[in-house]
């Protein structure tokens, strides 16, 4: 069965450093990847979404993400952290050729920004 | 940017109970999703619903639940018979027809207590 892991429950990082949310995913092909994020009060926003191509994705927000086919990966990254950057991030993933609502998504990482 | 719009944002019931969640999707969409998030565990998929009919439903979209889209505007999810396990933040979600510029939006969600 399709799963999406997010290995970190929460991380702390300071205002200013550079960030690494990591997601696996466990599907016979490559599907549709996805990160979202949730801050306080707040529905899931879309950062960035990887289908084919290019396999480093930008997003908003100055976000990117990496596709690594061969670790079943997509990492999200950002090389400097505002204190805005405060939130949860989830990871999610869709069947290839499937529906694109029907997503799986990861448990959550907890992003705390330190001043 | 337009906002899919839920209410209310916390709703108490007692084990038993029928409840009706509403979301308001954005206008021009076709597509409309819920999901639900018990504490502590992942964002779950449960229905998908497109031309006045579900098009996917997961496993846990049992004959207690239905949705509805009773007029253009209203999207709507009910529980007949509330368990204590139904207790979650529900989301409802639109998008435009699959594509590769679809993207899911998301409300802020509704948190059901079942007591």
């Known amino acids: 069965a399709q799963s999406v892991t997010q290995p970190d429950i929460h991380i702390t990082v300071s205002e200013g450093a550079s960030l690494e949310l990591r997601c696996n995913y466990s599907?016979?092909?490559?599907?549709?990847l996805f990160w979202y994020v949730q801050s306080p009060g707040q529905g899931l926003q879309l950062l960035l979404k990887?289908?084919?191509?290019?396999?480093l994705v930008q997003g908003i927000k100055g976000f990117e993400a990496e596709f690594k086919r061969s670790q079943s990966s997509f990492n999200l990254r950002k090389p400097s952290v505002h204190w805005s950057d405060a939130a949860e991030y989830f990871c999610?993933?869709?069947?290839?050729?499937?529906?694109?609502?029907?997503?799986?998504f990861g448990k959550g990482t907890k992003l705390s920004v330190k001043p | 940017e337009p906002e899919v719009t839920q209410t209310p944002s916390h709703q108490v019931t007692q084990m038993g109970q029928e409840v009706i969640l509403r979301c308001v999707p954005i206008?021009?969409?076709?597509?409309f999703y819920w999901y639900r998030q018990i504490l502590g565990q992942k964002v779950e998929f449960l229905v998908s619903?497109?031309?006045?009919?579900?098009?996917?439903k997961s496993e846990i979209f049992d004959d207690q639940f239905s949705v509805e889209r009773p007029d253009g505007s209203n999207f709507t999810l009910k529980i007949r018979s509330t368990k204590l396990e139904d207790s979650a933040m529900y989301f409802c979600?639109?998008?435009?027809?699959?594509?590769?510029?679809?993207?899911?939006?998301f409300g802020s969600g509704t948190q059901l207590s079942v007591l």
């Open positions: 979600a639109s998008s435009e027809p699959p594509g590769f510029s679809e993207k899911l939006f």
């Open positions: 599907y016979g092909a490559t599907p549709y």
């Open positions: 990887y289908f084919s191509g290019d396999t």
């Open positions: 999610a993933v869709a069947p290839y050729g499937g529906s694109q609502g029907n997503l799986i």
């Open positions: 206008s021009n969409h076709l597509y």
């Open positions: 619903f497109y031309n006045n009919e579900i098009s996917e």
